[in-house]
């Protein structure tokens, strides 16, 4: 590239920062971010995408110039980290490594890598560590009771190597938490405080537990979780149960609307439910439709044994219904053919994500 060429880029650039500041919308980040990117300059598009995502948060194209960003620059970030390995493989490079696949959502790389580091590197904690966090990402979105277990399994493990790791007390004490068991979470707790790696996210819990002692059986809180499809606290020490599940909603709700043919939405979380559309009160057929066919769908995934109904498209002669459940929060659309189901969906399930932990989880 000559110096004109790179003067020209440089002018670009400048004009297009100027008008994100000036005249922020979608199309003003994407166009910088797609400048961004083709400079190679993926850290730099991330950092935009998010900011774009921070005014914008209804941006489906946002959401996918990130996601194309991120992708790379976790790209390069493997390439490196290969390299590393092939020239001095030590269990830190392997973890750093499957830490990496996890953030991407290769959970079969993950797995080769943190067996393969653990046949090498016997006596190392991280590999099980990251078997435990890969666990826990399945356990929290899909509430699998199986993989909630096998985290729990992975972190013992570690802590039988080491029993001063502060990062396996860490994890051990933030799910036993979410699921309830208040007796093994404060025992971790009060290590971590004793290894003087207490932090305010460990103080709050601790003194959520100070009543709580014994062994409790996680086995059997895990199993609850999955049956009821819900946490009993959700993170860093908080009782979800204290804030109102539907003030974060609205705004999302609004927005889904604003997708073409889109004619009715509802968001339920527990006994509580938003509506927004052509909803005529709480006998509407559209209301009472989605609770059955999310019951059913959730009755047959369990009868099957194939795991959680998450999100699903039923077509029928009053038009297309989208939905999508997570834990016992509840997100459904009614639209027309022309809607993207696509992007329907997506949207969807970033408003149920958010209220997975901290429900008591009873059926809506």
Not at 160 to 183: N, P, T
Not at 254 to 280: E, F
């Given at each position: 590239m000559n110096l004109i060429q790179k003067l020209k880029i440089r002018k670009e650039l400048k004009r297009?920062?100027?008008?994100?500041?000036?005249?922020?919308?979608?199309?003003?980040?994407?166009?910088?971010?797609?400048?961004?990117?083709?400079?190679?300059?993926?850290?730099?598009?991330?950092?935009?995408?998010?900011?774009?995502?921070a005014l914008f948060p209804q941006s489906a194209e946002l959401r996918k110039l990130r996601k194309f960003a991120k992708k790379n620059q976790l790209s390069a970030r493997i390439a490196e980290l290969r390299t590393a390995m092939t020239k001095s493989p030590s269990p830190h490079v392997y973890s750093e490594l499957a830490d990496v696949y996890l953030e991407l959502g290769d959970m079969d790389a993950v797995h080769g890598l943190t067996e393969e580091c653990i046949?090498?590197?016997?006596?190392?904690?991280?590999?099980?560590?990251?078997?435990?966090?890969?666990?826990?990402?399945?356990?929290?979105?899909?509430?699998?009771?199986?993989?909630?277990?096998?985290?729990?399994?992975?972190?013992?493990?570690?802590?039988?190597?080491?029993?001063?790791?502060?990062?396996?007390?860490?994890?051990?004490?933030?799910?036993?938490?979410?699921?309830?068991?208040?007796?093994?979470?404060?025992?971790?707790?009060?290590?971590?405080?004793?290894?003087?790696?207490?932090?305010?996210?460990?103080?709050?819990?601790?003194?959520?537990?100070?009543?709580?002692?014994?062994?409790?059986?996680?086995?059997?809180?895990?199993?609850?979780?999955?049956?009821?499809?819900?946490?009993?606290?959700?993170?860093?020490?908080?009782?979800?149960?204290?804030?109102?599940?539907?003030?974060?909603?609205?705004?999302?709700?609004?927005?889904?609307?604003?997708?073409?043919?889109?004619?009715?939405?509802?968001?339920?979380?527990?006994?509580?439910?938003?509506?927004?559309?052509?909803?005529?009160?709480?006998?509407?057929?559209f209301l009472r439709l989605v609770r059955v066919m999310s019951r059913a769908a959730h009755r047959a995934a369990r009868r099957m044994d194939i795991g959680n109904f998450n999100k699903g498209v039923v077509d029928g002669s009053f038009g297309r219904i989208c939905l999508c459940s997570f834990g016992d929060a509840l997100a459904a659309v009614q639209c027309e053919a022309l809607s993207s189901v696509e992007a329907v969906l997506e949207q969807l399930q970033e408003l149920v994500a958010s209220s997975l932990v901290g429900n008591d989880g009873g059926e809506s």
């Amino acid at each position: 590239m000559n110096l004109i060429q790179k003067l020209k880029i440089r002018k670009e650039l400048k004009r297009l920062e100027a008008r994100v500041h000036e005249s922020p919308s979608p199309s003003t980040f994407i166009d910088l971010g797609q400048v961004y990117i083709n400079l190679g300059m993926l850290d730099r598009t991330v950092t935009l995408a998010d900011e774009g995502l921070a005014l914008f948060p209804q941006s489906a194209e946002l959401r996918k110039l990130r996601k194309f960003a991120k992708k790379n620059q976790l790209s390069a970030r493997i390439a490196e980290l290969r390299t590393a390995m092939t020239k001095s493989p030590s269990p830190h490079v392997y973890s750093e490594l499957a830490d990496v696949y996890l953030e991407l959502g290769d959970m079969d790389a993950v797995h080769g890598l943190t067996e393969e580091c653990i046949r090498r590197f016997p006596q190392d904690t991280g590999a099980y560590l990251v078997q435990a966090r890969a666990s826990l990402t399945a356990f929290y979105r899909d509430l699998s009771a199986r993989a909630g277990i096998a985290a729990v399994e992975s972190i013992r493990k570690a802590l039988k190597i080491d029993v001063r790791d502060a990062k396996a007390h860490k994890l051990m004490a933030d799910v036993c938490y979410r699921v309830g068991a208040f007796g093994t979470a404060r025992r971790h707790l009060d290590e971590l405080v004793r290894l003087g790696a207490a932090d305010e996210e460990v103080r709050s819990m601790q003194a959520a537990c100070t009543e709580a002692s014994g062994d409790d059986d996680l086995d059997a809180l895990f199993h609850r979780a999955e049956f009821k499809g819900g946490l009993a606290r959700g993170a860093g020490g908080v009782d979800g149960r204290s804030g109102d599940p539907l003030k974060s909603a609205r705004d999302a709700l609004t927005g889904i609307m604003q997708i073409p043919g889109v004619t009715k939405a509802v968001y339920i979380v527990g006994a509580k439910a938003l509506v927004r559309g052509d909803v005529s009160g709480g006998d509407d057929p559209f209301l009472r439709l989605v609770r059955v066919m999310s019951r059913a769908a959730h009755r047959a995934a369990r009868r099957m044994d194939i795991g959680n109904f998450n999100k699903g498209v039923v077509d029928g002669s009053f038009g297309r219904i989208c939905l999508c459940s997570f834990g016992d929060a509840l997100a459904a659309v009614q639209c027309e053919a022309l809607s993207s189901v696509e992007a329907v969906l997506e949207q969807l399930q970033e408003l149920v994500a958010s209220s997975l932990v901290g429900n008591d989880g009873g059926e809506s």
